[in-house]
């Protein structure tokens, strides 16, 4: 079964406009991890955002926050301000205990990916 | 954030050939490494995890003989495509977890590999 999940192939959005891309996930596990990566077209991959779950608020960093909702399961990432330089592919990605192989850090499960066309 | 080195960063090779790709981490220890494929507009397929010491760990369906990993010391990673094949083209990209469960996973720049 897909553990994260981003519905959305392609979004556009206007410079200087806000935009949320989806992520969803499933886990039964109660400790797990979000993370949020940004790829431009050359390839490399840039960390953006981490949540955890027990984590009170919503995680935020600059122009970038996550729009965490645990019943829901979803993990949206919002970016504020768009600028021409955010069109890349967006990464949505978990870790939890089960894909940890039961050591503290393990591999992360992503999704399929959202690519973000920022309009002038 | 740790820094993690891919090289090369581009290769073209004749089909039949093999590739090897090396990722280092520059200054930090991994005992663990994880290699990924990625085709166009798709997402990172996790193909294997290297351990320092040990043999590689590979997900299923993919090619244990044709898809070679070497973790030689606590910095280097290898990953040896053999008897590559057009098909075998494809974005290669390496990575090291954090220490901390909170830490995100340190990726390499990739290897973009086209086999003629």
């Known amino acids: 079964a897909q553990k994260i999940t981003q519905t959305q192939p392609g979004m556009f959005v206007q410079e200087k406009e806000a935009v949320t891309l989806d992520c969803t996930y499933d886990t039964s596990d109660p400790s797990y991890g979000l993370f949020w990566y940004k790829q431009p077209s050359s390839g490399e991959m840039i960390f953006l955002i981490y949540q955890g779950s027990y984590d009170q608020q919503n995680a935020t960093e600059g122009r970038y926050s996550l729009n965490f909702q645990k019943a829901r399961k979803s993990a949206n990432l919002v970016i504020s301000a768009s600028q021409l330089g955010d069109s890349a592919m967006y990464f949505c990605a978990m870790r939890d205990i089960a894909s940890a192989g039961g050591t503290s850090y393990g591999k992360l499960t992503f999704g399929q990916g959202t690519i973000l066309t920022v309009h002038p | 954030g740790a820094v993690v080195s891919q090289h090369p960063s581009r290769v073209i090779c004749k089909s039949g050939t093999s590739v090897k790709i090396e990722c280092r981490s520059l200054d930090f220890q991994a005992t663990t490494m994880f290699w990924y494929r990625q085709f166009p507009k798709q997402s990172l397929m996790l193909m294997a995890t290297s351990n320092e010491g040990s043999k590689a760990t590979y997900e299923q369906g993919v090619e244990k003989d044709k898809f070679l990993i070497n973790h030689a010391s606590l910095t280097l990673s290898t990953l040896t495509v053999t008897s590559a094949h057009p098909e075998d083209s494809s974005f290669y990209i390496c990575?090291?977890?954090?220490?901390?469960?909170?830490?995100?996973?340190?990726f390499g720049p990739g290897t973009r590999l086209t086999v003629l």
């Open positions: 990575s090291a977890p954090g220490l901390a469960w909170y830490n995100e996973q340190f």
